[in-house]
């Protein structure tokens, strides 16, 4: 049974792993390296044509990389650690989830000419895009603050563990980060039972991802009405699994997501599950989201059309 107090500590365990998007994990530093070394092999290429011919002398010089809008920083320990892989020395004038304005220092960066313009791109692409999902997740967490309801990226991602960690220093929630680490009953499960003549296709489902459930973070099912929120809800109150269980109510209105809720809780299941919506969120009414009782609203937008946050990168001598 999940008591009011312990909501918020099954929340950050089952949909919480930014702090495992570290370089001091291995995982995530090999990942890091393959992803922005290939990067870099294919933006170099055979060689940086127009500084080979330009930049004949190849000085020592310092470079800026300044903000040019306000917002939340982000991809400073990356781009920090690429810069130094390839020669550079870097030095920081703020840290990842500061909050920064227009004209701010973010880097400055030390080496040869050619070097620093080899590397400035991807540098900013990395960057700005971090940069732009953290201050989205920032200001979406800001317009729910008074509500518990927390804010959750989803696996529309373009780069990866890059976009999650970022939705991480934004204040947000990362969720699962691949197939592997939690059972997730999609409705295309759901549809594949049915086909085979199985009348309760919820009941079922849940049943058999029961049996992996220790190999979950957490068993979460996606539900759109009413009835499939309550069954699963029964479920799992039936089962006592030990792992945080969660119903999603995909493309549910507020006004809907209020009725279930106060069901779950007259029908004492609440507290046999977290709940989770997702599909069709905006700035605009996710505040009527927070109001119906939701404790995590999931966002695609966040991460897969995610807007940049401006930045330029200039040598200064």
């Not at 040869?112 to 700005?128: C, F, P, T, W, Y």
């Not at 119903?247 to 779950?264: A, F, T, W, Y």
């Amino acid at each position: 049974m999940i008591r009011a107090l312990q909501r918020e500590k099954l929340i950050e365990q089952a949909y919480q792993k930014g702090n495992k998007l570290r370089l001091s994990n291995k995982h995530y530093l090999n990942w890091l390296q393959k992803l922005l070394e290939q990067e870099y092999k294919e933006d170099l290429g055979q060689g940086d044509i127009t500084s080979q011919v330009v930049l004949t002398r190849n000085k020592r010089v310092k470079a800026v990389l300044k903000a040019e809008q306000e917002g939340v920083i982000a991809g400073i320990e990356e781009v920090s650690w690429f810069f130094e892989k390839r020669g550079l020395e870097v030095k920081t004038h703020v840290k990842d989830a500061d909050e920064i304005k227009k004209d701010d220092r973010v880097l400055g960066v030390y080496g040869k000419q050619r070097d620093i313009l080899a590397v400035e791109r991807i540098g900013l692409n990395v960057m700005q895009r971090m940069s732009g999902i953290a201050t989205e997740t920032r200001e979406l967490v800001d317009l729910i603050e008074d509500y518990k309801t927390r804010i959750a990226a989803t696996r529309k991602t373009v780069l990866k563990y890059l976009d999650k960690k970022a939705v991480y220093l934004g204040g947000g929630l990362t969720h699962r980060f691949g197939l592997w680490d939690a059972v997730l009953i999609k409705d295309n499960h759901l549809e594949a039972l049915r086909n085979q003549g199985i009348k309760n296709p919820v009941e079922k489902a849940i049943t058999l991802t029961s049996k992996a459930a220790h190999k979950a973070e957490f068993v979460e099912i996606e539900t759109t009405n009413q009835e499939d929120a309550l069954e699963a809800a029964r479920r799992f109150k039936q089962l006592e699994l030990r792992k945080p269980c969660i119903v999603m109510l995909d493309n549910v209105e507020p006004k809907e997501i209020q009725s279930i809720v106060e069901k779950l809780k007259n029908g004492n299941l609440h507290n046999h599950a977290l709940l989770e919506a997702s599909g069709n969120i905006t700035p605009e009414n996710i505040k009527d989201y927070a109001k119906a009782g939701i404790d995590v609203v999931s966002l695609g937008y966040l991460t897969h059309s995610a807007r940049t946050l401006d930045m330029s990168l200039e040598m200064t001598s």
